[in-house]
C-alpha cells in the first residue's frame, strides 16, 4: 500500500501511485489479492448480472422498453405477447401505443433507472443502502427532473415500483434458474386457494423502509394490489411458461454469469501441461492431481500506465482546484462541518455534468441542465445563493471539461 504524505503534491503523489501499481512485483502480488477475493467478486458477478438481466426484463414487458434499446441486449426466446408498438399523432388509436418522451431516450431512462439501484440497495452484499425519508427526498428530486423532461410522474412511479419488486426477488425470493446463491433467501411454501406459491418480500415506494409480505411462484409475475392497469400481463399456462420462457431465459443467464466469471478470475486449462519434472520430487508429484484452471496475470496496466498518469493526475488535480475554489465560498457564508460537504459535491458533479463517463449508468446525467442540478441539491438542504455563486466560481473548468467532452 502507498503511504501518503498529507504535504505531498497531488501530481506526485498520483505518479507514485501510478509507479506502485503498475511494478511487476506489484502485479504478482495483486495477483494473489486478487484470487483471494474470488469468492467476492463471483458473488457480486451474479448478484449484478441477475439483478440487472430480470430488471430489463420487467422494463421490457411491463412498461414496454424497447428490447434492442437495453446496453445489454436482452435473449431472443418464444414470446406469445405482442409488444406495444410506438404511437403516432393522427394515426394511432388511442391505448393501442406509446409515446416516445420528447427530450429522453429509452436508452437514457434504462439508465436512469439503473443508477438509482446503485442507491436503493447494495450492488454486491444483500443489505439496503438507504432506506426512508433520506433515500425518498433523493428519488423524489430526480423524479422532478424527469418529469421537466416530458415522462409522465406516474411513468416514473412504476419505474421505481418496478425496482423495488426486482430487488425483493433478487434478495427475499428464490427461484430455479434465477437465485443468486449466498443473497436470495429460502422461501416459505404456501397453500393459497388451488395453487402452491411462496411467501416472498418487497419494499415498497410509500416510504422505502417498510418491507410487504408478497405471493410469489415466478420470477415474473403479475402481483395482486400492485399491477398497474395496461402495465402488466397475464402469464401462460405453468407448463407453458416454464418450458417456453422461464428455462430459455434462466440458460441464457447462466451462459451470461458463466462468461463473465471467466473474464474475471480462473481460466480452465483446456490442454495438458508438458512439464518436466525434477527427478527428487517426481515421486511426489506424480499423486498431485494437475491443475484446472489458471489465473493470468493482469498485465493491461502496463499498457496504459503513460496515459492513466496523465488521465488521472489531470483529473485529480481538477477536482483539488475545485475545492480550492469553492472553500472561499463557503467560509464566507458560515458553512461548516459536513454541510460543506453538500457544496464541495455540487461543484464537482456541475463541473463534470456533461463529461461521459465510462460506467453507462452514469451516462444518462448529459440531460441535466444547471437548473436540473440546483434544484437536485436544493432538495438536499443547500442554499440557492450559495450553489449559485459556486457555478459563477467554477464556470470555467466546466467550460474546459465540456471541451475534452466534445472531443472524446
Not at 426477488?169 to 395453487?195: D, E, H
Not at 402488466?232 to 399456462?237: E, G, H
Not at 463534470?352 to 437536485?376: N, V
Amino acid at each position: 500500500m502507498v503511504r501518503k504524505d498529507p504535504f505531498e503534491s497531488i501530481i506526485d503523489r498520483k505518479e507514485k501511485y501510478i509507479d506502485f501499481t503498475t511494478s511487476l512485483d506489484w502485479i504478482s502480488l495483486n495477483m494473489l489479492r486478487w484470487e483471494f477475493r474470488l469468492p467476492k467478486i463471483d458473488l457480486s458477478i451474479g448478484f449484478n448480472l441477475s439483478f440487472n438481466f430480470l430488471l430489463d426484463f420487467y422494463l421490457a414487458i411491463d412498461l414496454h422498453f424497447p428490447f434492442d434499446e437495453f446496453d445489454f441486449e436482452m435473449p431472443n426466446f418464444v414470446l406469445d405477447w405482442q409488444p406495444i408498438p410506438k404511437a403516432y399523432y393522427g394515426k394511432t388509436k388511442y391505448n393501442q401505443g406509446v409515446y416516445d418522451p420528447p427530450e429522453i431516450l429509452w436508452k437514457d431512462l434504462a439508465r436512469f433507472i439503473w443508477n438509482m439501484r446503485y442507491q436503493t440497495t447494495e450492488k454486491s452484499i444483500p443489505a439496503y443502502k438507504k432506506v426512508s425519508q433520506a433515500l425518498k427526498n433523493y428519488l423524489e428530486a430526480h423524479k422532478e427532473i424527469l418529469s421537466k423532461k416530458g415522462v409522465s410522474s406516474g411513468y416514473i412511479d412504476a419505474m421505481l415500483e418496478t425496482l423495488m419488486k426486482v430487488e425483493g426477488k433478487i434478495l427475499n425470493c428464490s427461484y430455479v434458474g434465477f437465485t443468486v446463491v449466498g443473497v436470495a433467501k429460502v422461501m416459505k411454501p404456501i397453500q393459497r386457494r388451488r395453487y402452491k406459491m411462496a411467501l416472498g418480500k418487497m419494499r415498497y415506494t410509500d416510504d422505502f423502509k417498510t418491507e410487504r409480505t408478497i405471493y410469489t411462484k415466478f420470477p415474473y409475475e403479475t402481483l395482486v394490489n400492485y399491477a398497474r392497469v395496461n402495465y402488466a400481463r397475464v402469464i401462460p399456462k405453468e407448463k407453458e411458461y416454464k418450458e417456453k420462457h422461464l428455462r430459455p431465459l434462466s440458460q441464457n443467464l447462466a451462459k451470461r454469469i458463466k462468461e463473465f466469471k471467466m473474464r474475471a478470475s480462473k481460466t480452465p486449462i483446456t490442454k495438458g501441461l508438458d512439464v518436466e519434472v525434477r527427478p527428487e520430487i517426481r515421486e511426489i508429484t506424480k499423486h498431485i492431481p494437475p491443475p484446472k484452471h489458471t489465473l493470468y496475470q493482469r498485465v493491461f496496466f502496463l499498457q496504459k500506465r503513460d496515459k492513466m498518469k496523465w488521465e488521472g493526475g489531470k483529473h485529480q488535480a481538477r477536482l483539488q482546484n475545485i475545492i480550492e475554489h469553492v472553500k472561499p465560498i463557503l467560509n464566507k457564508y458560515g458553512v461548516h462541518g459536513n454541510f460543506r460537504l453538500g457544496y464541495i459535491a455540487f461543484a464537482k458533479e456541475y463541473v463534470y455534468m456533461h463529461y461521459k463517463p465510462h460506467k453507462k449508468h452514469k451516462q444518462w446525467k448529459r440531460l441535466l441542465t444547471e437548473d436540473d442540478l440546483i434544484l437536485k441539491y436544493k432538495r438536499m438542504g443547500c442554499d440557492e445563493q450559495i450553489l449559485r455563486e459556486i457555478i459563477s466560481t467554477v464556470n470555467k473548468f466546466k467550460t474546459v471539461v465540456d471541451i475534452e467532452a466534445s472531443q472524446k
